[in-house]
């Protein structure tokens, strides 16, 4: 590399480090109005639970009526404490840095244009992955903290202060969630409003199955107690066949795997030890690079068939 390519690079990196700083005061500003709307969303909603018993439903009142709603929803599945716009501007650094590092390694437009992508790509993949990665946690350990709230409503606690009571003894993301649920209760909102509002948070199934029950029992009356220790017991249940099907499915899911990831590293393998012999399949121009998009397009499909096979929902 020249000594103009290196002085682009610490010229891009700089750029990068000042565009944080500059904008580290406005993304803070932008948290903390956040949590202001969202305190008097609560305030209020428990409002208009106290006077008519039912929410307001009018846009914009719900904290999560906002702009980007479903990219804030996601963010806070993934546990990631940051707006919309902070986690976008993060992105749009990162990605202009991963573009001006490879324009100036490469020399070449197409690859700066490429890495971008790349690094873009891969971190809406890692979002996605964190979220589901959060929910099975808070799955899990949903039939662990039932009972425990089974025997505080026994022992007379008011579900506000149960849910509390058990978040003191679990992890995140439970004691997180519980936390806010009972916020929420604090302000007013009713205990099942409370749970549809954390099923909208953390969209599982076993979390709906809970406000299905809690929704009738508001409804209908009896002891809920003994309804979450059935709950309880049925979630465990699933969790358990869940894993037996995991087992017994490793092995198909493994092998739609290596097909896929197969064709990649043969290329990868000759083009590392025989440059030359690849080298007439990108030099005949279109019928070429129609080749590698038919053999791409067969290996995704190849793929997403083998997965489909092994696939068994059993919620």
């Avoid at 017991?233 to 092998?255: D, F, K, N, P």
């Avoid at 990649?264 to 005949?284: C, D, K, Q, R």
């Amino acid at each position: 590399m020249t000594a103009i390519s290196w002085t682009l690079v610490v010229a891009s990196a700089l750029l990068a480090l000042c565009s944080v700083g500059l904008l580290a005061p406005l993304l803070l500003e932008a948290r903390r109005e956040r949590v202001r709307r969202a305190d008097a969303a609560l305030a209020r909603r428990a409002a208009s639970y106290a006077i008519s018993g039912a929410a307001e439903e009018k846009p914009g009142n719900h904290v999560d009526d906002e702009r980007f709603s479903r990219l804030a929803a996601k963010l806070h599945q993934a546990g990631i404490k940051a707006t919309p716009v902070s986690w976008l501007t993060r992105l749009a650094i990162v990605a202009l840095l991963a573009f001006s590092i490879a324009w100036v390694l490469l020399a070449s437009l197409a690859a700066g244009i490429a890495a971008a992508l790349a690094v873009t790509i891969a971190l809406f993949a890692k979002l996605e992955a964190g979220a589901k990665s959060r929910t099975k946690r808070f799955e899990s350990q949903l039939s662990d903290a039932l009972p425990m709230m089974a025997e505080n409503l026994r022992a007379g606690q008011a579900p506000a202060r149960s849910l509390l009571t058990v978040a003191e003894y679990m992890d995140d993301p439970l004691r997180e969630e519980f936390e806010r649920a009972a916020r929420e209760m604090g302000y007013g909102v009713p205990f099942s409003q409370a749970m549809d509002d954390m099923f909208k948070r953390v969209p599982c199934e076993d979390l709906r199955l809970l406000n299905g029950v809690v929704a009738i029992n508001a409804e209908s009356g009896g002891d809920l107690s003994d309804l979450l220790d059935s709950i309880a017991e049925t979630m465990q249940m699933r969790a358990r066949m869940r894993a037996h099907v995991s087992s017994i499915t490793a092995s198909g899911r493994l092998s739609a795997a290596i097909v896929a990831a197969l064709p990649l590293l043969i290329v990868v393998g000759l083009w590392l030890t025989s440059p030359g012999y690849l080298a007439p399949m990108f030099e005949s121009g279109f019928v070429g690079y129609a080749i590698l998009a038919v053999v791409a397009v067969m290996d995704v499909l190849g793929f997403l068939v083998i997965k489909s096979m092994f696939k068994i929902d059993i919620d």
